[in-house]
Each structure stands twice: as C-alpha cells, then as structure tokens.
C-alpha cells in the first residue's frame, strides 16, 4: 500500500473524507434537503475522484478561459456587448425564433418568461407535478408574479395524458376560477430521468393548446441533449412552443448563464423584467464568450456523454441484481436514475458507501476511487455524466460499482448518520 494512500485510509478511518450528508429539515422532499458539502481543493492525494453529481459541475476549458480572457464587451444593459449580442442571436438562428435574451440562471429564465406570459397576477400555468419548475424554483412565479400554478401528474417518459388536459384547462366564464394562460413542459425531464419528450407530444400539445388559444413554455435546460438523443435540430423541438429556456451551465459546459428566446415583442418584455429581478448585467460578454466556445462541439461532446451515461447504467444492471435497479431503455441521455431495491438499505446509503474507500477495497482494485451521487429520495440515486468526466472515470467509477454493489448483496452498508425524512 502506498505511504499516500495508507495515510488516507488511516486518516480517514475507512469513512468519507470531505463530505457530510446532513437532512436539512425545512424541506418537504428528502432530495431537497439532502445537502452535499464537497471540496475539490481538499481531495486526498492518490484518490480518484468520479463526481457524478450534476452536469453542473463542470470547469471551463482552455480554450473558454482564453476566449473569456480577449471577449471583447460592451455595456449589456445598454445592448452593447458584442459577444452577448453575438450569442443571443446564435442561439436565437438554432432556435429558429426571433430574438434571444441572456439571463443569469435557468430559473430565472423560466421566471421571467413565465411571468412576460401571465402579464397580470390571478393567471393559472399548468405543468408537470415533477418539473424542475414546480419542484425546484421555490415557487417564485407566485411569490413574484402572483402567478397559479396547477400541477398534473407527470408520466414516467416526462410527458402527462394529454387526454385530460381538457379537464385542467379553465373557463373563462367563470368569475370563480383563475384563468389558463399557459403549459410549461421539460425537456430534457430531470425527475424522470433526462427523459427526451417525444416530438409527438409537442405536436399534439400544441394542436390542444392552440384549441384555447393558450401558449406554451419549454424549460429547455438540457435541450441540446434532447437534441443529440433525438438525432434532430434544436429548432425542430422548439418549433411546438412560444418560449424556451436553455441552461449553458449543465449540459453544454459552459460556467455560466441561460439563454430564453421567443417572438421579438416576448423578448422586449422580458428583457425589462430581467431588470426588475436584478438580471441586468454589465460587461457580461467575459462569460458569454465561454458559452460561444461551449457550443461549438456541444453536440460531440453530449454524445460521449450520452454513451458514457449507458456504460453506467449497463454496469449498475449487471451487477446490482438484487441490490439496485435501472431502466436501461429509459437511460434517453446524460442521467441516471438508480432504484434501491435491497431491503434496508436507503439511497443515502448507497451514495455514502461510493464514497469510502476500505482496506479490503483497496487491496481488490489497488486504486481508491470514490464515485459521488446524490440521493433524491429515500429509495432512488441520480448520476449525471458530464464533459468533465472522461473514459477513464468511467471505468474506474464502473470497477468501484461492481465491488461495491457485490458487497452491499451480501449486507446493507448504512452510514453513520441518523435519517431524517419528511414524507410530506
């Protein structure tokens, strides 16, 4: 055993290094308030690290550290960076749609288009119980817009039954009810898995909503791996909705940002709430111009994402039987979702055993590797492969699940910490 390696594993007390999992109490889903402290700067020496958290992750390549370092930028505010200009209308020709705006974050591209949508308060969206939206933006479109949101049960594939919609669409003739003025879908569906809603969908989505003179929203995040799955242009997906929002921080790899488009007057609108919100940003071309970079290969590089995602998934289906279980066919892009199955054993288990190492481990694979992931309830892992993950971490993560896996058939490996779950 080597002096780094054996100070490690003695330091460490055959444990987790740098994380904790700690229950955060105030919130209602246990993947909410299962809170993940890591530190890349501090990982031991000698130990190979395959973080399979979020495709969130990522750094900027060489070659976006250089394009940030000669962007050449402008005020934004003002509409004059060139590189965010640049971008914007990048993305907006992919799109096929009129105009583009650059925002900080996905969620609040999802806000401030939501809100340019439903331009009164008492207005009701529809959209999935599931969705990133929902689930995860802290419900900002009623807390700043006043906005409804009406929740329909997500299907497994990311999609709902279209066949209700009917049902959850609102009279206008009623002076009890809020009014329909929007459906929001996802794609790809993060909860469900990176799950590509099928293009049939959006077609026979569109067609409803067109009945009720309604309009629909796209929270594109991970659009382009919808994109690459479905072997298609982006603007063929896109071509169903009258907004989008596309996150170049998770898949695409670039450090920051998003990017929403529509119709030119859409983009007006929400060019001055992004201003209200605080989303108004100065020489922003610097991070812009790591986003140009990021597209560039997007599509080469989501594809090894994509592959590298099933190698995964293909391992955890041949050594996991009686411990976990994956669809193989849902695995549509760079996400996996794991379903614990092994009696007593919960998904922040399994999470903290890949992230020890033990003495009988080591001298098996002769290289301690951890593999992080994240819990997003009680019986169910997600893992996201990313462009920062190589080949290389693929197979060290692949031989790391098989003698995990074959140990945890054998007995349940619980973590030291107390559980604490709201089932609320």
């Not at 922003?284 to 790591?290: D, L, P, S």
């Not at 019986?379 to 971490?393: E, P």
Request: some cysteine; proline content about 5%.
């Amino acid at each position: 055993m080597s002096r780094l390696v054996h100070q490690y594993l003695t330091k460490t007390h055959w444990t987790s290094w740098t994380w904790a999992l700690r229950a955060i109490p105030a919130s209602p889903a246990l993947g909410q308030h299962m809170k993940y402290h890591s530190n890349s700067a501090s990982r031991p020496d000698g130990v190979h690290v395959v973080d399979l958290r979020s495709d969130t992750l990522t750094k900027p390549t060489p070659a976006m550290r250089k394009a940030m370092a000669e962007a050449e930028v402008g005020d934004d505010v003002f509409g004059e960076d060139p590189t965010i200009n640049a971008l914007q209308g990048r993305v907006a020709k992919m799109f096929n749609m009129e105009a583009a705006l650059y925002v900080p974050t996905g969620t609040m591209g999802n806000l401030i288009s939501v809100l340019t949508h439903c331009q009164s308060r008492g207005l009701e969206i529809l959209l999935g119980d599931k969705s990133h939206i929902h689930l995860y933006e802290q419900g900002g479109i009623a807390t700043l817009g006043g906005v409804h949101p009406r929740a329909i049960a997500n299907l497994p594939d990311g999609t709902f039954d279209l066949e209700t919609l009917d049902n959850y669409i609102r009279p206008t003739d009623d002076p009890h009810q809020p009014w329909t003025q929007l459906v929001c879908v996802e794609n790809t569906h993060n909860f469900c898995g990176g799950k590509v809603i099928p293009l049939s969908f959006m077609k026979n989505l569109r067609q409803k909503t067109d009945e009720y003179g309604i309009c629909v929203h796209m929270d594109g995040a991970r659009l382009i791996n919808a994109a690459v799955a479905l072997g298609v242009e982006p603007s063929e997906i896109v071509q169903y909705s009258d907004s989008v929002s596309l996150c170049l921080s998770k898949g695409i790899g670039a450090p920051v940002g998003s990017v929403i488009c529509g119709k030119a007057d859409f983009i007006a609108s929400c060019h001055r709430l992004r201003k209200a919100v605080g989303g108004g940003m100065r020489q922003a071309g610097v991070i812009a111009a790591a986003a140009m970079v990021a597209l560039d290969d997007a599509t080469e590089r989501l594809t090894k994402d994509h592959a590298h995602a099933k190698i995964i998934a293909k391992a955890l289906h041949e050594y996991g039987a009686g411990v976990v279980d994956v669809d193989l066919d849902g695995v549509h892009s760079n996400i996996i979702m794991v379903d614990i199955i092994k009696e007593g054993l919960l998904a922040p288990d399994f999470c903290h055993r890949l992230n020890q190492v033990t003495p009988e481990e080591f001298d098996s694979l002769k290289t301690p590797i951890q593999v992080w992931c994240m819990p997003f309830n009680s019986q169910k892992v997600r893992m996201v492969t990313h462009c920062n993950v190589t080949l290389t971490d693929i197979e060290l993560a692949v031989k790391k699940l098989k003698y995990a896996l074959e140990e945890m058939r054998e007995k349940p490996t619980v973590s030291e910490r107390e559980h604490i779950y709201y089932n609320n």
